[in-house]
């Protein structure tokens, strides 16, 4: 069945360093790729998506790449700050698996120090 | 921006007692879903619910579980006779159209503890 991986936590970071957060997937078709932020005590942003291979999704500085390759989608930010300290959740929706859910990886926590 | 809320913020019950969490989607949204996030753990997809019936269901929606849209504005998730194991944070979440082609935006959750 469909899957999603991604880097445990917890990452920990000062504040302007470059950010990496793997994501691979399985998918028996071609997935939605989605990556959600949970800041403390709130739900669930969307906060980029990428709907194709080669698709670069990008938000507030984040982007992250459709590699259908390698099924990859990991997230990237060039400069983080204490703001970016959330949870970050890789997620895909799969079309042809009728696409009416959204499956979540684990959620990797990231804390960005000053 | 239009926002889905959810009621209430915490529910505290015993367990074998029924629970009713409520939602309001987004107004134009056709797509309504439930997860749920055991504490530390991974967002788990619980329902989907299109056009008045369940479109799709994990194993975790057991008997115990059931959904309504009574009124064409709320998205209530049932449970019936809560167990320990239930005990999480409840997201409600719409979209215009199915989550592979749209956004899914999020409720802030319930907190469900059950004693």
């Known amino acids: 069945g469909n899957s999603v991986t991604q880097m445990e936590g917890p990452v920990t970071l000062s504040e302007e360093a470059f950010l990496t957060i793997n994501c691979t997937y399985t998918a028996t078709g071609y997935p939605s790729l989605f990556w959600y932020v949970q800041y403390p005590g709130e739900g669930l942003q969307l906060l980029l998506k990428a709907t194709k291979a080669d698709d670069k999704g990008s938000n507030k500085g984040f982007e992250a790449t459709y590699r259908k390759e390698t099924t990859s989608f990991h997230l990237e930010k060039g400069s983080v700050q204490v703001s970016d300290s959330a949870v970050y959740f890789c997620a895909l929706s799969d079309p042809h698996t009728g696409g009416f859910k959204t499956i979540f990886g684990a959620g990797t926590r990231l804390f960005v120090k000053a | 921006e239009p926002e889905v809320t959810q009621t209430p913020s915490h529910q505290v019950t015993q367990m074998g007692q029924e629970v009713i969490l409520r939602c309001v989607p987004i107004s134009n949204h056709l797509y309504f879903y439930w997860y749920r996030q055991i504490l530390g753990q991974k967002v788990e997809f619980l329902v989907s619910?299109?056009?008045?019936?369940?479109?799709?269901k994990s194993e975790i929606f057991d008997d115990q579980f059931s959904v309504e849209r009574p009124d064409g504005s709320n998205f209530t998730l049932k449970i019936r006779s809560t167990k320990l194991e239930d005990s999480a944070m409840y997201f409600c979440?719409?979209?215009?159209?199915?989550?592979?082609?749209?956004?899914?935006?999020f409720g802030p959750g319930t907190r469900l503890t059950v004693l």
């Open positions: 979440a719409s979209s215009a159209r199915e989550p592979s082609t749209d956004t899914q935006y």
């Open positions: 619910f299109y056009n008045n019936e369940i479109s799709e």
